[in-house]
């Protein structure tokens, strides 16, 4: 049964009624501070990203830092005081930049009185994951920062940020591909971004499960766990089967199959993420067996 924005995004992707999504929802709209704002044309222009535009689900606007200087290099990085290697994103054309964009006040973001976050993407910033893009996905609007060079001047993170953000422990040539990896999966948790929104919910990191005696209500839904080993047709690819579970028909044996792949992918790749995962008894009787205790 389809729920009333699923029925809406179908019309939207149907039709092409570009104003219906519009008129009964409030678009997100994501601010991207960059000095390359073409890096975003393809990211933006393809998959759920282009169709949550397409839908009016999400408005995101382009701003080149290196319109807001003065002087006629452009000029959007300066040496570090105190000597280093590399240079520093400039304040001014960040702060310039901001200005004209109307965002909430610092305090009113960090209070939550204003469903807004301005984010410095940033090496020592909090790692995203799922849970950070689930409560990111609750806002109404995200600007992003894309630092370069060797850092961001720090009154950009005291004075105009009210968070820095990750996305992995490694270093990368500026906040770009950040700000790329953060709207992607900030926008497809946004309710009719996704085909079928369940989906969002029976993913990889996803904790919310429902449990029951014997694990999460649903077949599908990870609990924080890695997700499940995935087939499709054909049933025998290159003397490759498919698990024969998968075929019989037999729900429960589904489910259990799942769980317990589930669990020893998770052990296997990431068993840090069992700690805290939701775990019920059976999972743990499933566990120790994988375990040969």
């Not at 049964?1 to 699923?6: A, T």
């Not at 591909?177 to 497809?188: N, Q, S």
Request: glycine fraction near 8%; include cysteine; charged fraction near 30%.
């Amino acid at each position: 049964m389809f729920s009333f924005v699923s029925f809406l995004s179908f019309v939207v992707k149907r039709f092409g009624f570009k104003l219906v999504a519009r008129s009964c929802f409030s678009a997100m709209k994501v601010d991207l501070l960059t000095i390359f704002p073409d890096f975003f044309r393809g990211p933006l222009d393809f998959g759920i990203l282009r169709r949550a535009r397409e839908a009016g689900l999400v408005e995101v606007s382009l701003h080149d830092l290196r319109d807001f200087t003065r002087d006629k290099h452009r000029t959007v990085d300066d040496r570090p005081f105190g000597g280093g290697e590399g240079m520093v994103l400039k304040p001014e054309p960040i702060f310039e930049c901001m200005d004209t964009l109307g965002v909430a006040p610092r305090a009113e973001r960090l209070s939550g009185s204003a469903r807004q976050s301005v984010i410095l993407l940033s090496a020592q910033g909090r790692k995203l994951d799922q849970a950070l893009a689930q409560e990111l996905a609750t806002l109404d609007r995200l600007v992003l920062i894309c630092g370069r060079y060797e850092g961001v001047d720090e009154r950009v993170s005291d004075y105009l940020a009210d968070r820095e953000v990750s996305i992995g422990d490694y270093v990368l040539s500026g906040g770009e591909l950040g700000a790329a990896v953060i709207v992607d999966t900030v926008v497809r948790l946004i309710p009719g971004a996704v085909g079928n929104q369940d989906s969002t919910r029976q993913e990889s990191f996803t904790a919310h499960a429902e449990l029951e005696r014997d694990g999460p209500s649903s077949t599908c839904v990870s609990g924080g766990l890695l997700d499940y080993p995935h087939y499709t047709r054909p049933a025998e690819f290159r003397g490759m089967p498919v698990p024969e579970v998968l075929v019989n028909g037999n729900h429960d044996e589904i489910r259990r199959w799942r769980r317990r792949t589930a669990l020893e992918k998770t052990l296997r790749n990431r068993p840090d993420l069992l700690d805290p995962a939701a775990l019920s008894e059976d999972d743990r009787k499933l566990l120790a067996q994988i375990q040969g205790r």
